[in-house]
């Protein structure tokens, strides 16, 4: 059964930011029912990272609703684009991959993104379909539609022009590029985080000089880390993956700060205001576990989920050493003595990245040793079969001696 235009308005338009425009999408609705086509929903995601989090999947529940609407997605891999590299809104260019880095992460990308949508609804395209074969002559001919002066209105080129930062004719192009692909794929919507409102726009531009009616824009506020404070990112270790196991995505999502749960349940389980109430009026230890709880059955199951929930409350509340941990062996040149520097082993054992981030995991508390706090960054350990090294709050390693 077909839903009624403005429904699907509604729907679509549901926890949306921006949105150009409401008119012009009634228009396409009305247009796609009487030709009985679904409409081609445009979203693009450059593989820069193997993984998604749950950051990219406030875009893709949208991309779902769409398809439960009996519309189309068309999935632009931007292996092309990732190639180039786009600031989108840091303050530092984005570091370019190669075309090995960029197929493999693409690979990854193909795969999770069907956690979410419907593959029988999905078109996966990759840009460099276009742009591989594109000659010189005609990317200058592209260029030609756009000004300097346009570029400069974005937000990001703005800033760091006005503060004598270096931009590149490279991140000039990547708008046009990502733009020209709404004209290759003759997108009617093209979602995106409010980062990439000019990108968005320059589309249906774009569009209009290549005689289409331009795409509706439609974009999704930026999903905020578990540190509450910044977008959510690999970079920035905030995220919490998709592929990540049940019980680190639970522990993730239970530490983040109790507002900021809201969010996720709004953006992430794409709860109404009603139900939002609902948890709202129990513990917020209860309401986060349910969140927690939502969010790994939907990447897990339901039965992971429980499990984690059950392991969480009795490693946090119960204050007991997870029923399942890695373990580490003491390599046998280090054997002789059976001793390890605290900031090597945390290395060593794969709980701490660097020397540096040891440290300072050191100087903050956050390492134990069968549950004893150790905070001298130069402490030397003698090791023992069986131990268990603890870094933050949920990375634990039993360690091995033969």
């Given at each position: 059964?077909?839903?009624?235009?403005?429904?699907?308005?509604?729907?679509?338009?549901?926890?949306?930011?921006?949105?150009?425009?409401?008119?012009?999408?009634?228009?396409?609705?009305?247009?796609?029912?009487?030709?009985?086509?679904?409409?081609?929903?445009?979203?693009?995601?450059?593989?820069?990272?193997?993984?998604?989090h749950?950051?990219?999947?406030?875009?893709?529940?949208?991309?779902?609703?769409?398809?439960d609407?009996?519309?189309?997605?068309?999935?632009?891999?931007?292996?092309?684009?990732?190639?180039?590299?786009?600031?989108?809104?840091?303050s530092?260019?984005?570091?370019?991959?190669?075309?090995?880095?960029?197929?493999?992460?693409?690979?990854?990308?193909?795969?999770?993104?069907f956690?979410?949508?419907d593959?029988?609804?999905?078109?996966?395209?990759?840009?460099?379909?276009?742009?591989?074969?594109?000659?010189?002559?005609?990317?200058?001919r592209?260029?030609?539609?756009?000004?300097?002066?346009?570029?400069?209105?974005?937000?990001?080129?703005?800033?760091?022009?006005?503060?004598n930062?270096?931009?590149?004719?490279?991140?000039?192009?990547?708008?046009?590029?990502?733009?020209?692909?709404?004209?290759?794929?003759?997108?009617?919507?093209?979602?995106?985080?409010?980062?990439?409102?000019?990108?968005?726009?320059?589309?249906?531009e774009?569009?209009?000089?290549?005689?289409?009616?331009?795409?509706?824009?439609?974009?999704?506020p930026?999903?905020?880390?578990?540190?509450g404070?910044?977008?959510?990112?690999?970079?920035?270790?905030?995220?919490?993956?998709?592929?990540?196991?049940?019980?680190?995505?639970?522990?993730?999502?239970?530490?983040?700060?109790?507002?900021?749960?809201?969010?996720?349940?709004?953006?992430?389980?794409?709860?109404?205001?009603?139900q939002?109430?609902?948890?709202?009026?129990?513990?917020?230890?209860e309401?986060?576990?349910?969140?927690?709880?939502?969010?790994?059955?939907?990447?897990?199951?339901?039965?992971?989920?429980?499990?984690?929930?059950?392991?969480?409350?009795?490693?946090?509340?119960?204050?007991?050493?997870?029923?399942?941990?890695?373990?580490?062996?003491?390599?046998?040149?280090?054997a002789?003595?059976g001793?390890?520097?605290?900031?090597?082993?945390?290395?060593?054992?794969?709980l701490?990245?660097?020397?540096?981030?040891?440290?300072?995991?050191?100087?903050?508390?956050?390492?134990?040793?069968?549950?004893?706090k150790?905070?001298?960054?130069?402490?030397?350990?003698?090791?023992?079969?069986?131990?268990?090294?603890?870094?933050?709050?949920?990375?634990?390693?039993?360690?091995?001696?033969a």
């Open positions: 059964m077909s839903v009624a235009v403005d429904q699907q308005i509604e729907r679509i338009g549901a926890r949306s930011v921006d949105f150009v425009s409401a008119e012009e999408l009634q228009k396409k609705l009305s247009e796609a029912a009487a030709a009985a086509r679904p409409l081609r929903v445009k979203y693009g995601a450059d593989p820069s990272a193997p993984d998604l749950l950051g990219h999947v406030v875009g893709l529940n949208k991309l779902r609703e769409c398809q609407l009996g519309h189309t997605v068309v999935f632009i891999i931007g292996d092309f684009t990732a190639m180039i590299g786009d600031p989108s809104g840091k530092k260019t984005r570091p370019q991959l190669s075309r090995e880095q960029v197929m493999a992460n693409a690979g990854s990308y193909q795969k999770q993104v956690k979410v949508l593959p029988e609804r999905t078109e996966i395209r990759f840009n460099s379909e276009w742009f591989g074969g594109m000659t010189f002559e005609e990317v200058i592209l260029s030609s539609h756009v000004t300097v002066a346009q570029m400069l209105q974005r937000d990001d080129f703005a800033k760091r022009y006005g503060e930062q270096p931009i590149s004719l490279v991140e000039f192009l990547y708008p046009l590029v990502q733009a020209y692909d709404s004209v290759m794929v003759n997108a009617d919507i093209e979602l995106g985080g409010t980062d990439q409102l000019f990108n968005l726009l320059l589309g249906r774009l569009q209009k000089i290549f005689k289409q009616p331009p795409q509706t824009v439609l974009t999704l930026l999903l905020e880390g578990t540190d404070v910044q977008k959510m990112s690999k970079s920035l270790n905030n995220y919490v993956g998709v592929t990540e196991s049940p019980q680190e995505q639970f522990g993730k999502i239970m530490s983040i700060s109790d507002d900021l749960m809201w969010r996720y349940y709004e953006l992430i389980l794409c709860a109404d205001a009603g939002i109430a609902t948890q709202q009026q129990r513990h917020p230890r309401a986060k576990d349910e969140l927690a709880r939502q969010i790994v059955a939907r990447f897990h199951g339901p039965e992971a989920a429980a499990a984690a929930s059950r392991e969480f409350a009795r490693i946090f509340s119960e204050r007991e050493n997870p029923a399942d941990m890695p373990e580490w062996s003491l390599p046998s040149e280090q002789a003595d001793t390890c520097g605290l900031v090597a082993l945390l290395v060593q054992t794969g701490a990245e660097s020397n540096g981030a040891a440290r300072r995991l050191i100087l903050q508390g956050g390492v134990r040793l069968d549950d004893q150790v905070t001298d960054p130069r402490a030397e350990i003698p090791l023992r079969d069986g131990q268990i090294l603890r870094a933050g709050k949920r990375k634990f390693v039993r360690i091995r001696v």
